[in-house]
């Protein structure tokens, strides 16, 4: 366990101070420089490391504070999907490095960027409805968040979850085996749960009870409906909160996933959010630098006065 208590205290300082803007999606942006449907995005550590970085110096330049690992699905139990299970090191030591050298490479910064380590669900299900055990599942993000800790991200994000138990997991994982401030955030439908019919009031209760720095939430829908989950979350939130929406509720056109929020919606919603006590906002699918440079032109002219 490294000591990384000063980067914890430096980003809660700052967040007690202003918002912080997070990066926007790295699955959606790598679909573009061609990655395939159903192809290991996290592969492209190894396989395009240069595309992974030029995506990180874009959104640093968009103005982004926090960056994003490329490690969503790189823990071993997903990475068996691919066959990758081998190469779970590898692909998450690969992703911190990458990260930092877009930070180094971008010189002309007179801020501190930081990095946190993206860390996504299994896909599997937990006992009693899978045959997935709980004790499995920590043993697999306790070794992918050691990693991210020794190889040098100075926060954790848990994104995209739905089931409260394996975000809990997750969850006990890094605050167990690391220093590491780490958020946990999870995906509300239209009808505010998430598809395991966990609501915002239960997720932050639960999250905050297992010592979460901050809680929110990210991907599945929109800033409009992410907005009445937040609403919620604040009322019971003893913490920092989070929202990275997706660039509106995708829809499918001639065979494609079309994202049909602009970068001006996002830029209001992200005026909206921050008005209303938001801590970190970010983007999820669909999201660009484009999404994330007017984002960042539109908070950085507000005023904060909490
Ligand atoms: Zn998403």
Same mark, same amino acid.
């Given at each position: 366990m490294k000591s990384d208590i000063n980067i914890k205290e430096e980003i809660k300082e700052q967040l007690d101070k202003k918002p912080l803007l997070i990066?926007?999606?790295?699955?959606?942006?790598?679909q573009t420089? !061609?990655?395939?449907?159903?192809?290991?995005?996290?592969?492209?550590?190894?396989?395009?490391?240069?595309?992974?970085?030029?995506?990180?110096?874009e959104y640093i330049k968009a103005g982004a504070d926090i960056i994003l690992t490329n490690?969503?699905?790189?823990?071993?139990?997903?990475?068996?999907?691919?066959?990758?299970?081998?190469?779970?090191?590898?692909?998450?030591?690969?992703?911190?490095?990458?990260?930092?050298?877009?930070?180094?490479?971008?010189?002309?910064?007179?801020?501190?960027?930081?990095?946190a380590g993206s860390i996504g669900p299994t896909g599997k299900i937990l006992e009693p409805y899978g045959d997935l055990k709980v004790s499995e599942v920590y043993k697999n993000y306790k070794e992918q968040i050691v990693i991210l800790e020794k190889t040098g991200v100075d926060l954790i994000i848990?994104?995209?979850?739905?089931?409260?138990?394996?975000?809990?997991?997750?969850?006990?994982?890094?605050?167990?085996?690391?220093?590491?401030? $780490? $958020?946990?955030?999870?995906t509300f439908d239209k009808n505010l749960k998430t598809i395991y019919g966990v609501d915002p009031e239960k997720a932050v209760i639960v999250l905050e009870g297992e010592r979460a720095d901050g809680v929110g939430a990210n991907c599945g829908t929109g800033p409009e409906v992410l907005y009445k989950v937040l609403k919620i979350m604040k009322e019971?939130?003893?913490?920092?909160?989070?929202?990275?929406?997706?660039?509106?509720?995708?829809?499918?056109?001639? !065979?494609? $996933?079309?994202?049909?929020?602009?970068?001006?919606v996002m830029a209001n919603y992200a005026e909206k959010f921050i008005r209303s006590g938001i801590?970190?906002?970010? !983007?999820c699918c669909g999201t660009t630098p484009l999404h994330i440079k007017a984002m960042s032109a539109k908070i950085k002219n507000e005023n904060y006065s909490w």
């Amino acid at each position: 366990m490294k000591s990384d208590i000063n980067i914890k205290e430096e980003i809660k300082e700052q967040l007690d101070k202003k918002p912080l803007l997070i990066d926007g999606a790295m699955g959606t942006m790598l679909q573009t420089f !061609g990655l395939k449907q159903g192809e290991c995005s996290e592969e492209w550590n190894i396989s395009h490391p240069r595309v992974v970085r030029n995506i990180h110096q874009e959104y640093i330049k968009a103005g982004a504070d926090i960056i994003l690992t490329n490690t969503f699905g790189a823990n071993r139990i997903k990475l068996s999907n691919f066959g990758k299970e081998n190469d779970t090191l590898k692909i998450n030591e690969l992703a911190v490095n990458i990260a930092k050298e877009a930070i180094n490479k971008e010189t002309s910064l007179k801020k501190r960027i930081f990095i946190a380590g993206s860390i996504g669900p299994t896909g599997k299900i937990l006992e009693p409805y899978g045959d997935l055990k709980v004790s499995e599942v920590y043993k697999n993000y306790k070794e992918q968040i050691v990693i991210l800790e020794k190889t040098g991200v100075d926060l954790i994000i848990l994104e995209t979850f739905y089931d409260l138990e394996e975000i809990k997991a997750a969850l006990k994982a890094t605050k167990e085996n690391t220093n590491l401030m $780490v $958020v946990a955030s999870m995906t509300f439908d239209k009808n505010l749960k998430t598809i395991y019919g966990v609501d915002p009031e239960k997720a932050v209760i639960v999250l905050e009870g297992e010592r979460a720095d901050g809680v929110g939430a990210n991907c599945g829908t929109g800033p409009e409906v992410l907005y009445k989950v937040l609403k919620i979350m604040k009322e019971v939130s003893q913490t920092y909160l989070m929202v990275e929406p997706n660039a509106g509720i995708p829809e499918f056109v001639a !065979g494609k $996933v079309i994202y049909p929020a602009s970068p001006e919606v996002m830029a209001n919603y992200a005026e909206k959010f921050i008005r209303s006590g938001i801590n970190l906002i970010g !983007g999820c699918c669909g999201t660009t630098p484009l999404h994330i440079k007017a984002m960042s032109a539109k908070i950085k002219n507000e005023n904060y006065s909490w």
